[in-house]
Structures are given as C-alpha cells and as structure tokens.
C-alpha cells in the first residue's frame, strides 16, 4: 500500500507565489517519475510538470518559466514551485507517482494524491 500525501495548495492573490509538496509513504523500492497535473472545474485533468528519478524535467507551455519541479529521492518527496501565479492557474492540483514496490515487482504502478486546491484570485 503506498499513500501520496499532498500539501501547500491554497488562496494566493494574482502573481503570488505557492510551493506544493507531494511526500511517498508505504511499501516502496523505487520512484520513477513523479509528477504534478492539475484540472479545473468543467476541464480535463492536464499535466503540468514532469521530473525523472535521475532529475529530468519537462514542463505544460502554459507553466514554463513560472514553476519549478523538484524531488528529494531520499525523502520520496516532489515540490512544485509555482511563481507569478495567474488566475488561470487556479485548479485541484494532484501528484502522481511511478513507482516500484519491491525489488522483484516487474514494473512500476501508478500512484495519486488526493488532490490539493490552489486558487488564484484576480
């Protein structure tokens, strides 16, 4: 059983600033990619940022040069620095996880949080 706790969404006015963490708990061998996606009222849920075990990272257009993706491999944790926030940003933000639950497990299952909400208010 593996838990993807998140933290950090909230209410932040127009260019404002926010830093989610997402931390891995349970029965883990290995994280491959962990990554953060977002979805607004009435929309699909979309991808924001990507980042590799080895630190590789890719970002949605619409985020690139506003948020940052990090990872603590040694704390199986995932941050999202989210800068220069616009209203649009404004959606239920969840982190995802690949991981490999034992050594011998041939493969990786993905993994969500519950979801934390980040408001932007104009």
């Known amino acids: 059983q593996v838990h993807l706790v998140e933290s950090g969404g909230g209410l932040v006015e127009t260019g404002g600033s926010l830093r989610l963490s997402c931390a891995a708990s349970?029965?883990?061998?290995?994280?491959?990619?962990m990554g953060w996606y977002r979805q607004a009222q009435g929309n699909k849920r979309e991808l924001v940022s990507v980042?590799?075990?080895?630190?590789?990272?890719n970002y949605a257009d619409s985020v690139k040069g506003r948020f940052t993706i990090s990872r603590d491999n040694a704390k199986n944790t995932v941050y999202l620095q989210m800068n220069s926030l616009k209203a649009e940003d404004t959606a239920t933000y969840y982190c995802?996880?690949?991981?490999?639950?034992?050594?011998?497990?041939?493969?990786?299952?993905?993994?969500w949080g519950q979801g934390t909400q980040v408001t932007v208010s104009s």
């Open positions: 349970g029965i883990i061998f290995e994280i491959n990619a």
């Open positions: 980042i590799t075990r080895g630190g590789t990272t």
């Open positions: 995802n996880a690949d991981i490999q639950p034992t050594l011998g497990y041939p493969g990786t299952i993905a993994y």
